[in-house]
């Protein structure tokens, strides 16, 4: 009998309970309910159990006795209250007559066994339901990070540990789906329970950890190469830090240092980290460590840094702002003519969630499928755009980082006039992208495209044959839509070749390309501004 509470628990052994009265066992709570059973007959055979504990529980509750039966003809009631309480369950076997020799003083036997396993799978439950709720409501804290709703999310995190720092780096983290408990764990330990860790609810592999990142005033960055950049540039951080001022790159701040601790204690797991940015802008730190986890794949030790990029919607200057608050205007004020139909402010959040991860937006933001396609159907009817083309959904994507900037991070410190009245429409673009070639050919924002093609246009990045193969796939690649096979079949490859490519050209652009959240949208706004230029 112990044996079996050990190994089995309830379940197990009421199962071996019915076997030894040949009938039927089960947990049932005092209105009925049953809770488990486990039967040896077939369950017409059984009376009525509800019955036969609205009759027993009267009994038990006038005599106060400890157990009670019954006979009901063929077969006979045995009722053994648990001792767990008030409402406790009570063990209640139905076994034919003449009850087997023994029966009774085996189930008064029983019955502690079966109130430890009961207590202790009501304990489990329990704390699975408290880590559920406080995963969940994790979550909820990253997701309004990611929309930039700092005070509700600030009230939301008040109940949990620990605060919600701020400077942050993030980090991604890509561990064997079964090890994410234990990897939180490792995480939490390497710095001390310091940083906000989160599921990832859109990839199972995914941990999130938001990481205090203590401000060094003075310090240059530094890429993923490890080359030095310029004291003052900023990196994509909308909002991000003010110039001449970085966070310290080499480990010396004890966060800084938790993502290569944590990428020493795993063995098999992929770190990427973001640079330093506000809390305010947690969607763009997010962004970079996706695209540093993409580089850290191909890297030896696994771990990986953003490399010091600037963001366009901090070039664009107030032209930029100026044409995103029109593009974006019917969205924005929209009002919805039911009640329960999705308003500007819940639309908008679903096109960013769409823009990052495609597809898996039905994750992130806990909705069906149709009900995002029929947001999305929405999004574009009300500004005009054919979300199935990439230069819609580029320009898109743009108008809404420049609305999450702050404003006066929009107006760089350059000369360039503003932009002028006339627009153009790039191929294919249609409506969409109204205005946005008059940004492209600014003078800030083709210094900006030049730098996020370097990697594969500059001489001294690559060989002149290998960069115009890569600019030829990406070319193409961001042509047929960001889609492989139509990629495959206009460069007369197979599909798995395409994705070679574009795999390798991840390492070269130090970003994401084949998952998202993915740089597509960045590349297509820079060959389009490169090709704008004279």
């Not at 139905?94 to 003083?105: D, H, S």
């Not at 193409?476 to 889609?483: H, P, S």
Request: proline share 7%; glycine share 8%; charged share 20%.
């Amino acid at each position: 009998m112990h044996r079996v509470a050990r190994n089995g628990g309830t379940a197990e052994l009421l199962r071996w309970l019915s076997g030894r009265a040949e009938g039927w066992a089960g947990l049932v709570r005092p209105d009925g309910t049953v809770l488990h059973a486990a039967s040896r007959t077939a369950w017409e055979a059984v009376p009525d159990v509800a019955g036969l504990l609205a009759e027993g529980a009267t009994a038990l509750t006038e005599r106060g006795a400890q157990a009670y039966s019954l006979d009901t003809g063929a077969h006979t009631a045995l009722l053994f209250p648990l001792p767990t309480g008030d409402g406790a369950p009570v063990l209640t076997v139905v076994a034919p007559r003449p009850v087997a020799t023994g029966l009774a003083t085996l189930l008064a036997d029983v019955v502690l066994p079966l109130a430890l396993c009961w207590q202790a799978e009501t304990l489990e439950r329990r704390r699975r339901r408290v880590d559920l709720a406080e995963a969940r409501g994790r979550e909820a804290v990253l997701h309004l990070l990611m929309t930039g709703q700092l005070s509700i999310a600030h009230q939301v995190a008040g109940a949990l540990r620990p605060r919600l720092p701020d400077p942050v780096r993030v980090c991604v983290v890509e561990c064997s789906a079964d090890d994410r408990d234990e990897v939180a764990r490792v995480c939490a330990e390497a710095d001390g329970g310091r940083s906000w860790i989160v599921r990832c609810p859109v990839y199972a592999r995914h941990l999130i950890l938001v990481m205090p990142a203590p401000a060094v005033p003075g310090a240059r960055g530094r890429n993923q190469d490890g080359a030095r950049g310029q004291k003052g540039s900023r990196g994509p951080v909308a909002g991000g830090a003010d110039e001449g001022v970085a966070v310290d790159p080499g480990g010396a701040g004890d966060a800084v240092g938790t993502d290569e601790a944590v990428a020493a204690a795993v063995g098999d797991c992929v770190v990427g980290v973001s640079e330093p940015v506000p809390l305010s802008d947690t969607a763009t730190g997010y962004r970079q460590a996706f695209h540093a986890l993409a580089v850290a794949r191909e890297l030896p030790d696994r771990h990986a840094r953003f490399g010091v990029s600037p963001e366009a919607a901090l070039v664009v200057g107030p032209a930029g702002r100026r044409w995103a608050d029109a593009l974006l205007a019917p969205l924005l004020t929209h009002v919805p003519r039911r009640a329960q139909d999705p308003g500007s402010q819940e639309l908008a959040a679903t096109a960013v969630s769409w823009l990052a991860f495609s597809s898996h937006a039905t994750d992130h933001l806990k909705v069906h499928r149709n009900t995002l396609a029929a947001r999305l159907k929405l999004i574009g009817e009300l500004l005009g755009l054919d979300l199935h083309r990439l230069a819609d959904q580029a320009a898109l994507d743009l108008a809404l980082r420049i609305r999450a900037t702050p404003a006066p991070a929009c107006t760089p410190a350059c000369t360039d006039a503003p932009a002028p009245v006339a627009v153009d429409a790039a191929p294919g673009g249609g409506e969409a992208v109204r205005g946005l070639d008059a940004l492209l050919r600014r003078p800030a924002v083709r210094e900006w495209a030049e730098q996020q093609l370097a990697p594969v246009t500059c001489p001294d990045a690559s060989p002149a044959d290998r960069a115009e193969v890569a600019t030829e796939t990406l070319r193409t690649w961001l042509e047929c839509e960001g889609r492989l096979g139509p990629t495959a079949a206009a460069l007369g490859l197979s599909v798995p070749g395409i994705r070679k490519r574009l795999a390798r050209l991840e390492t070269v652009l130090q970003r994401s390309l084949l998952r998202p959240p993915s740089a597509r949208y960045d590349l297509w706004l820079a060959l389009r501004s490169r090709d704008l230029t004279p």
